[in-house]
């Protein structure tokens, strides 16, 4: 028992010892370094996760910049930008492009779609790079249409030059719309109509009762010859006054006032039957027109980020002049697709024969080659605008409802408007007809109006389309070979055979 007692008091003055000897000294200095690198480790860590994490967004934020602001890489080449010079006068003036490549069939058969730049939402403003060393703003100006406007599009030199080859160019008077004599006697007749036929006229289902949607429906047909605006508006009030939300031909009697029909008649309140009031001329933007016109088309190619094919085998420049009270009714560019009908620029690649034969342009760009004191504004009636089929007004005569226009955009030189005329059918392809592109000129009120427009041609049938650009390459090659078989002997031939 006393030995036991003795090992432990040992072993305990053993323990004493062990700490305080100086031996051990490096062993915890060693487990006091291990617990430092613990915190020094951790403190690494932080610094190196949040470093990965700002790497990470600035990539991101990378990629969508080059998404909304290039487009992809494939659709948008170098082609499209041309060097800039410096003018006479000191102001930028791009130089002639250089030599378009030579056309081949593989060029205009490759598989491709129709991309569409996102509006995001009214008022958002892209980025975007049309020429070197230079970077333009594109303000999304409505949704429906997908409207966009692009400042400093053109220099006042490229105005100026564009003005000029068209005046020298010479300019015609557009086609009017006007009745003819028997047309103008046809619509005395209808004018005269009685209430009875005016109600039988409205009622589109015969049923004897008169719905507000067929009475929408006559006034989206724009035919004010034998009903006017404010005729519809009086019939619409007293329809939404009707407990029934129906008129029957007693319920139109007293909302329907011929007197004051007639009246309207002869004051000359009806609807203007001219469409249009202007002169245009048309400029070729191809291989050996003005490095001007072509550099615009170019230009063209990188804001819409379309294949070049597509806009090199559209229509050539029109421009447009406006004097004063020279104007332009609300129109649509481009035209539904239907069967009976084929797209004139795709014409040659039938193969039958339609009917008639409309233009099929995708999108429209418009330049402002000058700016207005006032009027002339370029309105669009409908844009954006919830209430559209309920209107009961003409808004297509810019003569008289232009201020009611949902949209106008003041003409300002060097500045161009870009929207869409159709749809996306969902499959990266042109769609049906949008209804909100319609557009017209108010009239001119002080100055002179110059415009220009940009349409790229597009055919709904893709295969259609596709015909048509091998068979344009097809000829051009062919066209091509010729000319080298009979091209003259060069002095270096010449002196050889000598």
């Keep these: ?9 040992e072993r305990e003055e053993t323990d004493d010892g062990d700490e305080k000897s100086p031996f051990n000294s490096p062993f915890r200095s060693t487990r ?20 990965f994490h700002v790497y990470i967004l600035n990539i991101i934020a990378l990629l969508l910049y080059v998404h909304y602001n290039n487009g992809p890489g494939d659709l948008v080449t170098g082609e499209g930008v041309s060097s800039a010079a410096v003018s006479d006068d000191g102001d930028s003036l791009p130089q002639s492009p250089s030599p378009s490549r030579e056309l081949h069939v593989e060029d205009y058969t490759q598989s491709f779609s129709l991309p569409r730049i996102e509006g995001i939402r009214v008022g958002h403003v892209q980025r975007i790079s049309l020429v070197p060393d230079k970077t333009h703003e594109m303000k999304t100006l409505s949704l429906k249409p997908l409207l966009f406007e692009i400042p400093g599009f053109l220099s006042e030199e490229e105005c100026r030059v564009v003005v000029q080859l068209a005046q020298l160019k010479g ?67 007293g329809l939404e006054e009707c407990p029934t939300g129906m008129l029957t031909l007693e319920d139109f009697r007293l909302v329907y006032d011929v007197s004051q029909r007639a009246g309207q008649q002869q004051n000359g309140k009806l609807s203007s039957q001219f469409k249009q009031r202007n002169k245009h001329t048309w400029l070729y933007q191809g291989l050996g027109s003005h490095h001007v016109l072509q550099t615009l088309r170019n230009r063209v190619i990188s804001l819409t980020r379309l294949p070049s094919s597509l806009v090199e085998l559209s229509e050539p420049l029109q421009v447009i002049r406006f004097e004063h009270g020279d104007f332009s009714n609300a129109h649509y560019d481009s035209n539904p697709a239907q069967s009976e009908s084929t797209c004139a620029h795709t014409r040659l690649a039938g193969n039958k024969s339609a009917v008639t034969e409309v233009s099929c342009r995708y999108l429209t760009v418009l330049f402002y080659l000058s700016s207005l004191e006032e009027g002339g504004e370029s309105t669009f009636p409908v844009a954006d605008n919830r209430t559209y089929d309920e209107e009961v007004i003409d808004l297509t005569d810019t003569q008289e409802t232009c201020g009611r226009g949902n949209l106008r955009v003041k003409p300002t030189a060097g500045t161009a408007l870009f929207w869409y005329n159709h749809l996306s059918d969902g499959r990266g392809w042109m769609g049906e007809l949008d209804e909100y592109s319609l557009h017209g000129d108010c009239p001119v009120k002080r100055g002179m109006k110059w415009v220009a427009n940009s349409w790229v041609n597009v055919d709904p049938d893709h295969q259609q389309q596709a015909r048509y650009q091998r068979l344009v390459a097809q000829r051009h090659q062919a066209k091509s070979s010729l000319e080298e078989h009979y091209q003259p002997l060069s002095h270096s031939d010449l002196h050889q055979d000598l």
């Design 32 to 51: 006091l370094h291990i617990q430092r690198s613990n915190v020094c480790s951790r403190a690494y860590f932080v610094v190196v996760m949040v470093f």
């Design 171 to 237: 300019l015609m008077e557009s086609q009017i719309t006007a009745p003819s004599q028997g047309q103008e006697e046809s619509n005395q007749q209808l004018l005269s109509l009685s209430t009875e036929e005016v109600f039988s006229l409205l009622d589109l289902n015969q049923d004897g009762l008169l719905q507000k949607q067929e009475i929408v429906s006559h006034s989206r047909s724009q035919d004010g010859t034998w009903l006017s605006p404010d005729s519809l508006r009086q019939i619409l009030t």
């Design 1 to 9: 028992m006393e030995d036991s007692e003795d090992d432990l008091v």
